[in-house]
């Protein structure tokens, strides 16, 4: 479990660093080197799923697969209830987040990425909110999340918050989008969590679909 100064220190080396190639070995020693098992004390609130929390700072214009890897930073980990208010109490909230910035919350063995085997065949919902609400939804949901609120079992991989000018985006992202009676479920929970209106506009798309995007934009 990382503490409260590497936490600070990583997050501040990823906000002013712009050594693209130091990152991108940084990247490659830690995914040759396994992460140790996440240690729970007996006296700590064991959660049903282990995180790990990811970040990342997008160049303005088209980013290729390859780049967006690199540019995912872990912060920290947690399997219980203390662990994560001893990393989210000394995160920067959202709304504090310069521009193109992401936070990825998602289960331990799942990375962010649409290529990531538990991502494949799923899908995200996407809720894009005006500038004032991010911080406060985002707590909202990652609380939801970890308190199994969702009531999906096994399908909920993570979620995202993207930082951009004129809006922010928050996503939820499960395991199998053709399942439609898993991903409504999901869409009504989002909304409860959210407090979202019932006018307010959800989205929901695959990650193949996204996939097959990039590409074409590249």
Same mark, same amino acid.
């Given at each position: 479990?990382?503490?409260?100064? !590497?936490?600070?220190?990583?997050? $501040?080396?990823? !906000?002013?660093?712009?050594?693209e190639e130091s990152q991108s070995k940084d990247n490659q020693k830690a995914?040759? &080197?396994? #992460?140790?098992?996440?240690?729970?004390?007996? =006296? @700590?609130?064991? *959660?049903? /799923?282990? /995180?790990? #929390?990811?970040?990342?700072?997008?160049?303005?214009?088209?980013?290729?697969?390859? &780049?967006?890897? %690199?540019? *995912?930073? #872990?912060?920290?980990?947690?399997?219980?209830?203390? %662990?994560? +208010?001893?990393? /989210?109490?000394?995160?920067?909230?959202?709304?504090?987040?310069?521009?193109?910035?992401?936070?990825?919350?998602?289960?331990?063995?799942?990375?962010?990425? +649409? !290529?990531?085997?538990? =991502? %494949?065949?799923?899908? $995200? +919902?996407?809720?894009?909110?005006?500038?004032?609400?991010? &911080?406060?939804?985002?707590?909202?949901?990652? *609380?939801?999340?970890?308190?199994? %609120?969702?009531?999906?079992?096994? @399908?909920?991989?993570?979620a995202v918050v993207s930082i951009r000018f004129q809006e922010d985006i928050i996503c939820v992202w499960n395991?199998?989008?053709?399942?439609?009676?898993?991903?409504?479920?999901?869409?009504?929970?989002?909304?409860?969590?959210?407090? #979202?209106?019932?006018?307010?506009?959800? !989205? /929901?798309?695959?990650?193949?679909?996204?996939?097959? =995007?990039?590409?074409? =934009?590249?």
């Open positions: 479990m990382s503490n409260k100064f !590497e936490i600070t220190y990583r997050l $501040k080396a990823t !906000e002013d660093s712009g050594d995914e040759k &080197s396994p #992460l140790p098992s996440i240690e729970i004390s007996p =006296n @700590e609130h064991k *959660l049903q /799923y282990a /995180y790990a #929390l990811w970040y990342s700072r997008r160049s303005p214009g088209k980013t290729n697969i390859q &780049s967006y890897d %690199q540019n *995912l930073k #872990l912060v920290g980990r947690f399997a219980s209830v203390e %662990q994560f +208010w001893g990393l /989210y109490s000394h995160l920067v909230r959202p709304s504090d987040l310069t521009t193109h910035t992401d936070f990825h919350l998602f289960k331990v063995g799942i990375k962010p990425m +649409w !290529e990531d085997e538990a =991502n %494949q065949k799923g899908g $995200k +919902w996407i809720v894009r909110l005006r500038k004032g609400l991010v &911080s406060r939804c985002w707590e909202n949901l990652i *609380l939801a999340i970890l308190g199994e %609120q969702f009531m999906v079992g096994e @399908e909920i991989c993570g395991k199998t989008a053709s399942d439609v009676t898993i991903t409504a479920r999901i869409r009504d929970t989002l909304r409860r969590v959210l407090h #979202l209106p019932p006018t307010a506009t959800m !989205e /929901y798309k695959t990650h193949n679909d996204s996939l097959k =995007n990039v590409h074409r =934009n590249l």
